[in-house]
């Protein structure tokens, strides 16, 4: 299933970071949303933009750019405790942010830190890579520290993954 930017709806003042800008903001943004299940669960939607630039290492070339995070808490409403909530909405949140530069590439984390790959309840993460020109490129080897599932596979449920080289 794709992101479909039109199905999900943040606040006038929470509006959806656009990735394509060539000055967008390295501060997190932040979004909160209720879950349309209608079952007192809320989003909290953090999207990060951090810088990279890797040396090449054999059979892996150099490459600069930025990593784009979006991670995805899932908590009660009332009290902020964690809540399960199926990974689909998520991913439609991650995939409409990616849209505004890629809607066919992104990759998803799992239930992770994605600095340190320990398990998070709660959150779920996905990762978009831009080169310098803010064009979606494929994950550099070299900043991989927790495994990768290309989101569209995930759709076709073929089991590719990008190995950890930590």
Do not use: K
Request: charged share 20%; glycine share 6%; net charge negative.
């Amino acid at each position: 299933m794709s992101a479909d930017p039109g199905s999900i709806r943040a606040d006038s003042h929470q509006a959806l970071p656009n990735l394509a800008v060539q000055d967008a903001s390295a501060d997190p943004h932040i979004i909160t949303a209720a879950a349309r299940t209608g079952t007192d669960i809320e989003l909290r939607i953090h999207t990060s933009i951090a810088p990279f630039d890797v040396t090449a290492e054999e059979w892996f070339p150099a490459a600069a750019g930025f990593a784009v995070t979006v991670i995805v808490h899932t908590v009660d409403a009332q009290t902020g405790v964690p809540r399960y909530l199926q990974p689909a909405e998520a991913a439609e949140w991650a995939r409409a942010i990616f849209s505004t530069v890629d809607n066919l590439h992104g990759y998803f984390l799992g239930a992770v830190d994605p600095g340190t790959g320990v398990h998070r309840r709660g959150q779920l993460a996905y990762r978009l890579y831009l080169d310098t020109e803010r064009r979606a490129i494929s994950v550099p080897r070299q900043v991989v520290t927790c495994p990768h599932y290309l989101l569209s596979a995930i759709d076709g449920r073929a089991e590719i993954t990008i190995p950890t080289t930590a």
